[in-house]
């Protein structure tokens, strides 16, 4: 089945820029998505279709997505964004339809 | 608006069997198909599989197969999810989730935990 790598830890100052990566086997021909998941809370959509954000998500979360690997970026990094991430596609190749990336921990120095 | 409850918290012994709800507002998963995820202490989220209450298929990942059902009560708009012979490595919480075939996930349950313990 596919697989998604992301690194475990992303760290960033307050009002700097977070990139967290999530790496595939070209990857960039398909749909990711990105959740965001806070301790002791279900997780929640910020990023969809590669790019694209829900009503209510900030401008100051963007993603892309090209080659072998996409990225969610967060500009202007807030305490408030210290959360888990995790990156998911759908792989129509085998069973294992929804793939979740291992998840990245940003910390807000 | 979207809403997906969940049943609580269940305490199991090894070898046990647990049937987790999920009932959904009404006409929100009309189109849509009901996944389930889980996610042990401390670790990332394991797609477990999907329902579809349209029409009643399902897709399990093959690690599951044999020890999970995953149904639909329409007169409740409940779905369920059965995982049987239960180990110490399905603690986690599970949580249903909405999403449309082959697309991104809106909606989310607000998860069940599940200990299996002796």
New interface residues.
Partial sequence: SFVLTQPPSVSVAPGETARITCGGNHIGIK?V?W?Q?KPGQ????VI??NRDR?SGIPERFSGSNSGNTATLTISRVEAGDEA?Y?C?V?D?SS?????????AKLTVL | QVHLVQSGPEVKKPGASVKVSCKASENTLAGYYLHWVRQAPGQGLEWMGWFSPNNGATNYMQKFRGRVTMTWDASFSTAYMQLSSLGSDDTAVYYCARAEYGDYIDSWGQGSLVTVSS
Avoid: E
């Fill in positions: 749909s998505h959740y998941q279900a997780p929640s959509l969809y279709h829900p888990d995790y998911q759908w129509s069973d294992h339809n929804v793939v979740f990336g291992g998840g």
